[in-house]
């Protein structure tokens, strides 16, 4: 089963926070052991540059926290409503500041090059210096033809 079947797209929304569904995806099929290993170490990793590290930070959410009540509530509305009690509030045009902000980043010449080496397949149809993480997960889990 494609990836595309199993998780949303990260430029999804829930609540108007990007990320969010595909974060509850990830959680739910890790405690299934059906997430597949590749994404099993960037899992809620509060640290460093990663789409699950960045969500923590903008909301302030701890990571254990977060996964125990997207395990617990029953549905992705009881989920955001959990994140919208325990998260810092922002506003609408402050969520969608912040899904701009990581929309519009582009990988690093390291990145690049790491994307370069675990994407060989994609290297011949797209530049991946240049296209963003969202891209770059859409494109790797087929909701973006290459050809």
Do not use: C
């Not at 199993?6 to 430029?11: A, F, I, M, T």
């Not at 930070?57 to 959990?82: P, Y």
Request: aromatic share 6%.
């Amino acid at each position: 089963m494609p990836m595309s079947a199993l998780l949303r797209s990260p430029r999804e929304r829930l609540g108007g926070y990007l990320l969010l569904p595909r974060l509850i995806d990830k959680i739910r099929l890790h405690a299934k052991g059906a997430l597949p290993p590749e994404y099993v170490g960037n899992l809620l990793r509060p640290a460093g540059l990663t789409l699950d590290g960045r969500f923590l930070s903008f909301t302030g959410l701890d990571a254990e926290q977060f996964r125990e009540a997207v395990l617990s509530e029953e549905n992705d509305d009881a989920v955001l409503a959990w994140v919208e009690r325990h998260a810092i509030p922002h506003t609408a045009s402050e969520k969608e500041a912040w899904a701009r902000a990581i929309a519009a980043a582009r990988p690093t010449p390291e990145t690049a090059e790491y994307r370069k080496k675990i994407y060989p397949e994609l290297v011949a149809k797209v530049d991946l210096a240049s296209i963003n993480v969202l891209d770059m997960i859409d494109l790797d889990e087929g909701r973006i033809p290459t050809g």
